[in-house]
């Protein structure tokens, strides 16, 4: 029943931005825990950042300082701003939401099919 789509990845050069969005779709009763994973090629899917089911926004340390996320709560939607961007930044990325509806009380993880960010050197 729920959906979550990333949007906004793209080609971008070293020092460039991209603001991703990760909106999620149907019928859903909340949203705690949401935020973002990332997986480059040949690498196991690391996480980037996220909000605990508290509100708490925790970061990677080879993204702080960097990127920044926040989230629309009346949009169901989880923003990514990532600023002075890397090339180790390639990955394709992927939002998750722990989401809660009719069938689903307790909450279970939704993942987006990934945007691909590419940033070139």
């Known amino acids: 029943q729920v959906q979550l789509v990333e949007s906004g990845g793209g080609l971008v050069q070293a020092g460039g931005s991209l603001r991703l969005s990760c909106a999620a779709s149907?019928?859903?009763?909340?949203?705690?825990?949401t935020g973002w994973y990332r997986q480059a090629p040949g690498k196991l899917r690391e996480y980037v950042a996220g909000?605990?089911?508290?509100?708490?926004?925790s970061y990677a340390d080879s993204v702080k300082g960097r990127f920044t996320i926040s989230r629309d709560n009346a949009k169901n939607t989880v923003y990514l701003q990532m600023n002075s961007l890397e090339p180790e930044d390639t990955a394709v990325y992927y939002c998750?939401?722990?989401?809660?509806?009719?069938?689903?009380?307790?909450?279970?993880?939704?993942w987006g099919a990934g945007t691909l960010v590419t940033v070139a050197s």
């Open positions: 998750y939401a722990r989401v809660v509806t009719s069938t689903s009380p307790y909450g279970t993880v939704q």
């Open positions: 149907g019928s859903i009763f909340s949203i705690s825990a």
């Open positions: 909000f605990t089911s508290g509100d708490i926004i």
